[in-house]
């Protein structure tokens, strides 16, 4: 939750038979670890949410604070994107939930299938960071689909990447997350751009947050 986390500090804002099974039993085990690895990303992230030096959530809520809601792990939301890097896009400013304005570029566009229906997002790579070795391979994901203002938040969802080494980019639904603006008006978040829009559902990663 990078990007989130930049945020916080922000207010105001032939085998035969035998060859056959040893695939499937490799399959399996491959599956069964990206479960694992979703279902520890959960837990990290209601660990997060549960400390009040990391939590975004006001203390009226976090004491209370059960854990956040998320979809089921689902590894068909696990995409290998073609990942086509942009080094002749113009800097430009991301507009945010207050006035507050963040130097981006696109640093690439992520062609991919979903859902059995070909997409692409753009992946932007934030000029303010760029100096910051902690954040020097950083890359930020924002995107909006169908599911947002029933379950999910309206605004859109945030996933944070690392530069690959090729032209193959993992984006992992699941580590979908929430802008922090969501939990607490005092943070700025920025906006998804339209472009960024998937007609699709992702049904994955967290669900809109529900105060009551």
Known sequence: MKYAIIFSVVFLMACGQGKKYHDEEKSVAAKSDLIADILEYQKEQNESFKDPDSSPLPDKYRK???????????????????????????????PSTTDRQTQEVVYGIAHFKLNG???QLEVYQS??????????DYLFLPFLDNTNGEE??????????????????VIDFNKAYNPYCVYN????????????????????????????
């Open 185 to 212: 008006k005092k943070y700025s978040c920025p906006l998804v751009p339209r472009q960024n829009y998937l007609r699709t559902k992702v049904r994955a990663g967290v669900k809109n947050f529900n105060k009551d």
């Open 127 to 136: 000029l303010d960071l760029m100096d910051d070795e902690e954040y020097e």
């Open 117 to 119: 229906t070909e997409h």
């Open 152 to 169: 999910t938040y309206g605004g859109g969802r945030y996933i944070d990447l690392t530069i690959p080494e090729d032209d193959t980019l």
């Open 64 to 94: 209370d604070f059960e854990g956040l809601d998320f979809f089921a792990p689902d590894t068909n939301y696990i995409v290998k994107a073609h990942f086509v890097r942009t080094p002749d896009a113009e800097p430009f400013l991301m």
